[in-house]
């Protein structure tokens, strides 16, 4: 995963090296340019954290959530059932008769 955050994050400033390139007309040390980007990228990435947020509200079910409470709840009561008979029976083992 680190690997393709660096990657995406490199696509993305390159891409706004290029918009403000482009939209440049000061020399490239210039306060300008510095707000320029910053602005640029702020509003990238509250697009992208607005668009995250509507999927996430989009996709998120109540009955998808209650099924996998209710298989989380199943499951751990079946796995310390079985994890209680493993232990009783290798305490016997143990122990001896």
Do not use: C, H
């Not at 306060?31 to 990238?44: C, D, I, K, R, V």
């Not at 509250?46 to 199943?74: F, I």
């Amino acid at each position: 995963m680190g690997a393709r955050f660096f990657l995406t994050l490199f696509l993305v400033l390159l891409v706004l090296g290029t918009e403000v390139q482009g939209t440049q007309e000061d020399d490239p040390g210039s306060p300008a340019l510095l707000n320029t980007m910053q602005e640029s990228f702020l509003s990238y990435w509250s697009s992208a954290k607005a668009a995250a947020e509507g999927l996430y509200q989009k996709t998120y079910l109540t009955s998808v959530d209650e099924k996998l409470r209710d298989m989380y709840s199943k499951s751990s009561a079946a796995v310390s059932t079985y994890a209680g008979i493993f232990t009783d029976q290798l305490f016997s083992l143990l122990k001896g008769e």
